[in-house]
């Protein structure tokens, strides 16, 4: 709309006005020359302001792939299911450097990928972020929270994680050229996400709807790539923010 009201724009769409208006001026004498001048400047002027909504309207559609050229979205996904399985293994095929995985129990990425874990270590250094079921204690924890807005039985998602980190015991204690590490995240949950070298997706929790169902982005390294990894890492790295897998699980 700051475009609609440019002093350019403004003059622009005045200068057609006043042609049409001396169109439909000429046209009232109702002599034969003066009816064809007054019927081609009406047609001039109706034709510029067709031109100029058309351009407006085009440049609005511009800015708009603009910014999500900017922000470096790929794809959009209306949740996590079956439809998206194909899109994570092409990247995981291609993985050279980085899998960085922040969620709540990644019960369905340790049901479907957990005899690629291996491979995966193979190719990349893998971290992984699954959220602390103890924290801030174990009867008030946010883990279980999340349990009660998904619907879930209660202490889901906790059993889920503990089932993660033994399921994963062995290839994170393994050597090898590269690492497998899991930490436990004690923040509040906001999004997860799924990075493969210089590719990532991301979506929202929401009240009352599976983390599944949400709906997930594809990006590439951009804007909001650079802002997800950021958030990623400070939580990775900060002691106050996560933990390691206690020895005792």
């Known amino acids: 709309m700051k475009k609609f009201y440019d002093p350019r724009s403004v003059l622009y769409l005045l200068c057609h006005l006043v042609v049409l208006v001396i169109g439909v001026a000429l046209c009232a004498f109702g002599k034969p020359i003066s009816v064809a001048i007054g019927t081609s400047l009406i047609a001039a002027g109706i034709v510029g302001w067709v031109v100029f909504t058309y351009v407006f309207a085009s440049n609005r559609i511009s800015e708009s792939l603009q910014i999500v050229s900017d922000f470096g979205i790929v794809k959009a996904f209306e949740g996590r299911q079956v439809t998206i399985r194909p899109e994570y293994d092409r990247l995981l095929n291609n993985a050279s450097s980085h899998i960085d995985v922040l969620g709540f129990g990644l019960n369905a990425l340790r049901q479907d990928y957990l005899p690629q874990f291996a491979l995966w270590k193979q190719k990349a250094n893998v971290r992984v972020l699954i959220i602390d079921p103890e924290f801030p204690n174990a009867d008030l924890a946010y883990a279980l929270q999340r349990d009660f807005e998904e619907g879930d039985p209660h202490g889901t998602i906790s059993q889920q ?89």
Not at 169 to 185: K, M, Q
Not at 216 to 226: H, N, S
């Open 161 to 249: 994680v503990k089932q993660f980190a033994t399921d994963t015991r062995e290839i994170r204690n393994s050597a090898g050229d590269h690492t497998f590490e899991v930490r436990l995240y004690k923040c509040l949950p906001s999004v997860n996400i799924f990075r493969v070298d210089n590719k990532m997706f991301w979506g929202p929790y929401l009240i009352k709807q599976p983390s599944r169902n949400s709906p997930t982005f594809l990006l590439r390294q951009a804007i909001l790539f650079d802002r997800l990894l950021e958030h990623f890492e400070r939580i990775w790295k900060d002691d106050s923010l996560s933990r390691p897998i206690p020895n005792n699980w």
